[in-house]
């Protein structure tokens, strides 16, 4: 990954992380790793009782890489690894948890300009 395609990733993280705070959702950890397994969850965060894993895709206005829409880049394959994750994150985290009742998976997608402004943005709720 280029040092360019990283900076964005962190800030366009850095924009979730906080929006989804200022919504009411408490932001339990950020690019979370698990033992044994390869790769990250974005954030995990905690939406009235619902633990949330959140996959953060984020693009340049105009970049000619990837989908018209940043959320498309999660393929099913992608959904089958994070899922994996979440399973191997929940087990390395069995009792430290906040109470929860429910998992759900959401995506958010982001294109931002060379300024780096936010040109759009998708939500998208229980995603897969």
Do not use: C
């Not at 949330?52 to 690894?81: D, I, M, S």
């Not at 109470?99 to 982001?110: A, I, N």
């Amino acid at each position: 990954m280029t040092e360019i395609r990283r900076h964005l990733g962190e800030q366009v993280e850095d924009m979730v992380a906080a929006s989804l705070a200022r919504r009411g959702m408490a932001i339990v950890a950020r690019n979370a790793r698990a033992t044994g397994t390869r790769g990250e969850i974005d954030l995990i965060a905690l939406d009235r009782g619902e633990l949330v894993f959140v996959e953060v895709k984020g693009r340049r206005e105009g970049g000619r890489l990837g989908p018209e829409r940043p959320a498309l880049a999660v393929t099913r394959a992608k959904q089958a690894k994070l899922r994996m994750l979440a399973r191997a994150w929940l087990a390395d985290h069995r009792g430290e948890l906040p109470r929860y009742y429910g998992l759900r998976f959401d995506v958010v997608g982001v294109i931002v300009d060379r300024a780096g402004a936010v040109r759009d943005w998708e939500h998208l709720r229980a995603a897969f």
